[in-house]
């Protein structure tokens, strides 16, 4: 015993030495990591994305521009510079500058406040990718969640007119979220049992959400609006059922409550996965299933309740458009609508990180705002072509959050290879 | 033919950085025509990094490598191969449904007619090679057919084909039984006699010293010294390895084993596939001892493991823990009836890497008070928790909140040892729990376990050394094809353990 204490010192000095291991076991290995660690998928993003820290994201974005602006400049040939500075106008932004007075500060305003409602959404729809995806699944049902969110929302909103202002907003949002988790939830409790893959079942679902809302507002369908009986639509939400707007004019669109909904749900999120037993066992399940399972968690009730809580998110986005500017659903909404498909690329560009979310959803509301045919002024930018370039731009977005880790992985390659030549080099001179 | 005079290589100054540490630190190292020299080294010292520098896979930052007497550049593992350097790897590169033929000319098959595999000179011409050399396997087996040591073979046959004079030998012992070990060992010495020269990394200290004509000691990515193996002892090169005397053998007392803590009865349990991998087992741990299962890879003892875990479901039979029938019940519900479990894979199973050491600690618990209430997480009470057991249990490289990813493999195991042995199991399932650590390591791992048992637990050391399973093991069972075959005590040699896991035990047809 005493023979060991004595030992004690060095070891400790060793064992400190020992610390940053060279990576043993005879793999090239460009990402630093030991080659006998094993990784699940979401494991490995989640290094690589820490390896990059703020920055990838940020390249993303600019890269993400930079290309767009080169297809104006290709297309158009004007400027893409006087492009991206109308499209910054066109979302609002030019709000927080103090020298915009008079009539483009009103009219900066209310452009912003599109911008923000815009946000309010893609936070929420965001989310409802971002939570799945820290459980390692992949979400692509949020459009689904959001239709059946919208839908429930929309036909306690326009029903029961009488009711306590309160309380009926109250009831019909939550009814969208509960009502998103259990469509979610149906993907959550295939993939528990039987395994089902979530893409899959998650897209399916997406299609069944669409044309059940067609059958319930189209011509003949049983929530069709009651007066205007040739127009394939909802009830208008009725007045008490809407989300008071607490700045701008209610006529003209204005920023609704949602907003402050949007920023509670972040706030949720972060609790959620930071501060319960349920965020924790939902990250292990998502860096590590086996680990879990040998740690005693059950892996298949986390897989549902992730996806329950991430429909939940969708459906409340669905239900806070509804009852905040909206108001009623046509079936062209409803087979039109991509929204929560831009919560995806949110979400990868967010790092499905609440803060992240948080911007990266500002950044495509503005996208999306700014580049809308009404804002966008025909001389600098063609308005018809103004939206293909948000959608261009959210194309390069998720190409490059997938491919971000073949960037640092080229990174650490071009760096080896300079050594090399700097060594070959060296070694030739004599 | 050899000429034991002619150096054959000769690194000289290599040092290789990489970030935040120095792999290789000015190492020089030769090899004489026909000799062994073994390279010798805990995990981390430097041992694969200079081999890889040699196979062309990195490249040094200093220093220069020497080949029959010209200076070469290794760029690529083909100009290695081209300057007749062969590498077998620790982990085989077979490809499974080809034959043995057919995956030692690959890349460079022998074609007739245009471009057209020739696969009977294929088979002469690995028959010849496999001949001369006196390593027996037949070219038209399927590689998934034959055994581990055949395997093997077949990795020195496509170094040798491709005309290799110098042969890296990669921890080659590691994956075979006593009796492998000993064939392998005469392959060495019938090659060394016909010219080649040999390159043996290990840090098995009785190997080396059996094996090599020479040894190398590296440590911290230092060349140490290199001395004549004649002469050399397992306690002095354990000395040089790890710079301080080391215990090699486990200090304890005599076992006092009483109540049975675990029982297993008439278990069955298939895997996967279907297959039935556990067929009527049944064993006892009592408290106060420890019980040694030994036997081969894939003889049903991960089966064996997840079944007494609750992380697979028995076809049938009855597991108990300290009394108490959990058969059937979940992995947590095995834990709460007091099981310990420190899993065989600490990477893919005992940790989350990407979790904190404070989180992973909380992995069985978390869902309990201090942890948590009603659901809500203490995070500072996980990191307190974390902090003292990261202080008893030595863990060094990182506090509580530092990723368990970034660990070295010694310091992953004692948060697994940690976090098993803080939760006061009566019994503890130890499965391979020294794999892929060093000397220093093993010894803390090995020195805990014994105090756990005279603290009165129950362990059940599952694992595939037998040096291991001899040192610390009150009693030994040995597991072939999902039964005990038989129990042995501390007493028993290599040996007889060893004819006891192929099935000798037995019968004689398993002994042919």
């Given amino acids: 015993m005493s023979d060991h204490e004595q030992g004690g010192e060095e070891a400790r000095a060793e064992d400190e030495r020992a610390r940053e291991r060279v990576p043993e076991g005879g793999a090239v290995d460009p990402s630093?990591?030991?080659?006998?660690?094993?990784?699940?998928?979401?494991?490995?993003?989640?290094?690589?994305?820490?390896?990059?820290?703020?920055?990838?994201?940020?390249?993303?974005?600019?890269?993400?521009?930079?290309?767009?602006?080169?297809?104006?400049?290709?297309?158009?040939?004007?400027?893409?510079?006087?492009?991206?500075?109308?499209?910054?106008?066109?979302?609002?932004?030019?709000?927080?500058f103090p020298w915009v007075t008079g009539l483009e500060r009103a009219n900066a305003a209310s452009n912003l406040q599109q911008t923000l409602i815009l946000t309010t959404t893609l936070v929420l729809t965001g989310l409802a990718v971002a939570f799945a995806f820290r459980c390692g699944l992949f979400n692509i049902g949020g459009q689904g969640q959001y239709i059946v969110g919208a839908v429930l929302a929309v036909w306690i909103g326009s029903s029961f007119s009488g009711m306590n202002s309160l309380l009926h907003i109250l009831i019909a949002a939550i009814a969208g979220a509960i009502c998103g988790a259990l469509w979610a939830g149906i993907a959550g409790f295939l993939k528990a049992t039987v395994g089902a893959h979530e893409v899959i079942s998650t897209i399916m679902l997406n299609w069944i959400a669409i044309w059940v809302g067609v059958f319930l507002f189209g011509l003949g369908g049983p929530l069709q609006n009651d007066t205007q009986t040739y127009v394939p639509i909802s009830n208008d939400v009725v007045e008490g059922a809407r989300l008071p707007?607490?700045?701008?004019?209610?006529?003209?669109?204005?920023?609704?409550?949602?907003?402050?909904?949007?920023?509670?749900?972040?706030?949720?999120?972060?609790?959620?996965?930071?501060?319960?037993?349920?965020?924790?066992?939902?990250?292990?399940?998502?860096?590590?299933?086996?680990?879990?399972?040998?740690?005693?968690?059950?892996?298949?009730?986390?897989?549902?309740?992730?996806?329950?809580?991430?429909?939940?998110?969708?459906?409340?986005?669905?239900a806070v458009d509804v009852l905040g500017w909206q108001f009623r659903l046509s079936t062209n909404d409803i087979q039109g609508a991509t929204i929560a498909f831009v919560g995806i690329a949110v979400a990868l560009l967010g790092r499905n990180t609440a803060i992240g979310v948080a911007l990266a959803a500002l950044l495509f509301g503005g996208l999306l705002t700014g580049t809308s045919t009404r804002n966008l002024d025909p001389e600098i930018f063609k308005p018809e072509l103004a939206s293909n370039l948000t959608l261009l731009i959210q194309g390069l977005v998720v190409l490059f959050v997938g491919a971000d880790v073949i960037v640092l992985w080229l990174l650490a390659r071009l760096h080896r290879t300079k050594k090399h030549a700097r060594h070959e080099a060296e070694a030739q001179t004599p | 033919m050899a000429d034991a005079s002619r150096t054959v290589l000769e690194m000289r100054h290599i040092t290789k950085r990489f970030?935040?540490?120095?792999?290789?630190?000015?190492?020089?190292?030769?090899?004489?025509?026909?000799?062994v020299h073994a390279l010798l080294g805990e995990n981390g010292a430097g041992k694969s990094t200079l081999m890889n520098?040699?196979?062309?896979?990195?490249?040094?930052?200093?220093?220069?490598?020497?080949?029959?007497?010209?200076?070469?550049?290794?760029?690529?593992?083909?100009?290695?191969?081209?300057?007749?350097?062969?590498?077998?790897?620790?982990?085989?590169?077979?490809?499974?449904?080809?034959?043995?033929?057919?995956?030692?000319?690959?890349?460079?098959?022998?074609?007739?007619?245009?471009?057209?595999?020739?696969?009977?000179?294929?088979?002469?011409?690995?028959?010849?090679?496999?001949?001369?050399?006196?390593?027996?396997?037949?070219?038209?087996?399927?590689?998934?057919?034959?055994?581990?040591g055949q395997q093997q073979r077949v990795e020195i046959?496509?170094?040798?084909?491709?005309?290799?004079?110098?042969?890296?030998?990669?921890?080659?012992?590691?994956?075979?039984?006593?009796?492998?070990?000993?064939?392998?060992?005469?392959?060495?010495?019938?090659?060394?006699?016909?010219?080649?020269?040999?390159?043996?990394?290990?840090?098995?200290?009785?190997?080396?010293?059996?094996?090599?004509?020479?040894?190398?000691?590296?440590?911290?990515?230092?060349?140490?010294?290199?001395?004549?193996?004649?002469?050399?002892?397992?306690?002095?090169?354990?000395?040089?390895?790890?710079?301080?005397?080391?215990?090699?053998?486990?200090?304890?007392?005599?076992a006092n084993p009483t109540d049975v803590l675990l029982g297993v009865e008439d278990l069955h349990v298939f895997d996967d596939r279907g297959i039935e991998k556990v067929r009527g087992l049944s064993l006892d741990v009592r408290a106060g001892e420890i019980v040694g299962?030994?036997?081969?890879?894939?003889?049903?003892?991960?089966?064996?493991?997840?079944?007494?875990?609750?992380?697979?479901?028995?076809?049938?039979?009855?597991?108990?823990?300290a009394g108490e029938d959990v058969t059937g019940e979940s992995a947590y519900g095995h834990f709460k009836s007091g099981l310990g479990h420190i899993p065989e894979d600490r990477q893919r199973r005992g940790l989350v890497l990407e979790f904190s050491i404070a989180e992973n600690i909380a992995l069985h618990d978390f869902r309990q008070a201090p942890d948590s209430r009603a659901g809500w997480l203490f995070p500072n009470r996980l990191i307190a928790r974390a902090t003292q057991l990261i202080k008893d249990f030595d863990v060094r490289g990182g506090n509580a909140q530092s990723r368990a990813g970034g660990l070295s493999g010694g310091n992953q195991q004692k948060v697994v040892l940690a976090r098993e042995i803080d939760r006061d199991p009566k019994v503890l399932i130890a499965a391979q729990p020294t794999r892929g650590l060093d000397v220093g390591a093993i010894e803390f791992v090995h020195r805990r376990l014994v105090e756990e048992r005279d603290e009165g637990r129950g362990i059940l050391l599952v694992s595939l050394e037998l040096e291991e399973i001899l040192s610390l093991s009150d009693r030994i069972l040995v597991i072939y094809e999902g039964e005990i075959v038989g129990e042995y005590p501390p007493t028993t040699t290599e040996e007889e353990l060893g004819i006891a896991m192929t099935g000798g035990g037995r019968g004689q047809e398993a002994a042919a």
């Fill in chain 1, 32 to 96: 630093g990591m030991g080659p006998e660690v094993k990784q699940s998928i979401l494991g490995r993003y989640d290094v690589a994305q820490k390896a990059g820290g703020l920055l990838a994201p940020v390249l993303t974005a600019l890269l993400a521009f930079f290309i767009g602006g080169l297809v104006v400049l290709v297309t158009t040939g004007s400027n893409p510079l006087t492009t991206y500075r109308a499209i910054f106008d066109g979302a609002g932004f030019n709000w927080f």
């Fill in chain 2, 157 to 254: 046959l496509k170094a040798l084909y491709r005309n290799a004079d110098i042969l890296v030998l990669d921890e080659p012992t590691a994956v075979l039984t006593p009796q492998e070990a000993g064939e392998l060992f005469e392959i060495i010495r019938g090659l060394t006699d016909q010219g080649k020269s040999i390159i043996f990394i290990s840090h098995k200290l009785n190997e080396v010293t059996e094996v090599a004509d020479r040894i190398t000691v590296l440590r911290r990515g230092k060349m140490i010294e290199t001395i004549p193996a004649e002469g050399a002892t397992e306690q002095s090169l354990a000395r040089l390895m790890v710079g301080r005397e080391v215990l090699l053998r486990v200090d304890k007392s005599p």
């Fill in chain 2, 19 to 35: 970030p935040g540490t120095v792999a290789n630190d000015d190492v020089d190292f030769d090899l004489r025509e026909g000799e």
């Fill in chain 1, 245 to 318: 707007v607490f700045w701008g004019d209610p006529e003209l669109q204005g920023l609704h409550i949602g907003f402050f909904v949007a920023i509670g749900a972040l706030v949720v999120y972060w609790l959620i996965l930071n501060r319960t037993t349920l965020g924790y066992g939902v990250k292990a399940v998502g860096f590590n299933p086996e680990a879990a399972r040998y740690g005693g968690i059950n892996v298949s009730r986390n897989y549902f309740l992730a996806m329950a809580i991430s429909g939940a998110f969708a459906g409340l986005a669905g």
């Fill in chain 2, 293 to 321: 299962l030994a036997g081969i890879d894939g003889n049903g003892q991960t089966e064996l493991i997840d079944a007494m875990t609750g992380l697979r479901k028995a076809a049938s039979g009855r597991v108990s823990v």
């Fill in chain 2, 53 to 148: 520098i040699l196979y062309g896979l990195y490249h040094p930052d200093e220093g220069e490598i020497v080949i029959s007497g010209k200076p070469v550049q290794l760029g690529s593992p083909k100009a290695a191969i081209d300057a007749g350097v062969g590498m077998v790897h620790q982990h085989f590169m077979l490809i499974p449904v080809m034959t043995v033929a057919e995956n030692i000319v690959l890349a460079e098959e022998p074609t007739h007619g245009g471009g057209f595999l020739d696969l009977s000179e294929a088979n002469d011409r690995v028959r010849e090679i496999s001949e001369r050399f006196g390593l027996a396997v037949d070219p038209k087996s399927r590689i998934e057919d034959i055994t581990v």
